[in-house]
């Protein structure tokens, strides 16, 4: 694909504008979701995308055959998008005064997420249980229980640390899993 893209942009850097179109054509999907999964919004996509391409065109003249196009047309468009996303930074400030309000400011607009301390007490109680439930597996369940949710290890680093095939690794977690289940509905 490289060579077919380094053939068009040859021929659109001699005058062939048709040239241009082929290579839109094998970016432009890829171009696009790039655009959406930053900006989240179909219209928006669609227009950095097209203004990559143009962008491209226009500036085809500085690209470094030696370089990759895609890499270079998707660096265009992400410039572009983060652009975007800088210029929709809201035009208000938490510490502004709210209109209409004695004194308060947007902080006030925000709602409290701190815990109650019932609520903290009884998920302190919980994971105590669990924790006292873990201890109680086998230890060759609890060890790859421990590393897979209490580290948050990977399955493949969980296999090297404890030096076992990955099938027995998952199998280990599946059981572990259900025999902490069973524990845990057995209180």
């Given at each position: 694909?490289?060579a077919?893209?380094?053939?068009?942009?040859?021929?659109?850097?001699?005058?062939?504008?048709?040239?241009?179109?082929?290579?839109?054509?094998?970016y432009?999907?890829?171009?696009?979701?790039?655009?959406?999964?930053?900006?989240g919004?179909?219209?928006?996509?669609?227009?950095?995308a097209?203004?990559?391409f143009?962008?491209?065109?226009?500036n085809?003249?500085?690209?470094?055959?030696?370089?990759?196009f895609?890499?270079?047309?998707?660096?265009?468009?992400?410039?572009?998008?983060?652009?975007?996303?800088?210029?929709?930074?809201?035009?208000?400030?938490?510490d502004?005064?709210?209109?209409?309000t004695?004194?308060?400011?947007?902080?006030?607009?925000?709602?409290n997420?701190?815990?109650?301390?019932?609520?903290?007490a009884?998920?302190?109680?919980?994971?105590?249980?669990?924790?006292h439930?873990?201890s109680?597996?086998p230890?060759?369940?609890?060890?790859v229980?421990?590393?897979?949710?209490i580290?948050?290890?990977?399955?493949?680093?969980?296999?090297?640390i404890?030096?076992?095939?990955l099938?027995?690794?998952?199998?280990?977690?599946?059981?572990?899993?259900?025999?902490?289940?069973?524990?845990?509905?057995?209180?």
């Open positions: 694909m490289d077919l893209v380094k053939k068009r942009i040859k021929q659109v850097l001699k005058g062939d504008q048709n040239a241009f179109a082929d290579i839109v054509s094998l432009q999907h890829k171009l696009y979701q790039i655009c959406y999964r930053m900006l919004n179909k219209q928006e996509a669609e227009d950095i097209q203004e990559a143009v962008r491209a065109y226009i085809l003249h500085t690209f470094d055959p030696k370089r990759k895609s890499t270079w047309l998707y660096r265009i468009a992400t410039n572009l998008c983060i652009d975007r996303i800088r210029k929709k930074k809201p035009d208000y400030y938490l502004a005064e709210v209109d209409g004695d004194g308060l400011n947007m902080y006030s607009h925000i709602a997420d701190d815990q109650l301390p019932e609520d903290a009884l998920q302190m109680e919980f994971q105590e249980r669990i924790q439930e873990i109680k597996l230890e060759k369940y609890r060890t229980i421990v590393l897979k949710y580290e948050e290890c990977s399955l493949q680093e969980i296999s090297e404890l030096d076992l095939p099938g027995t690794v998952k199998t280990r977690i599946h059981r572990g899993r259900e025999a902490l289940r069973k524990q845990l509905n057995e209180l």
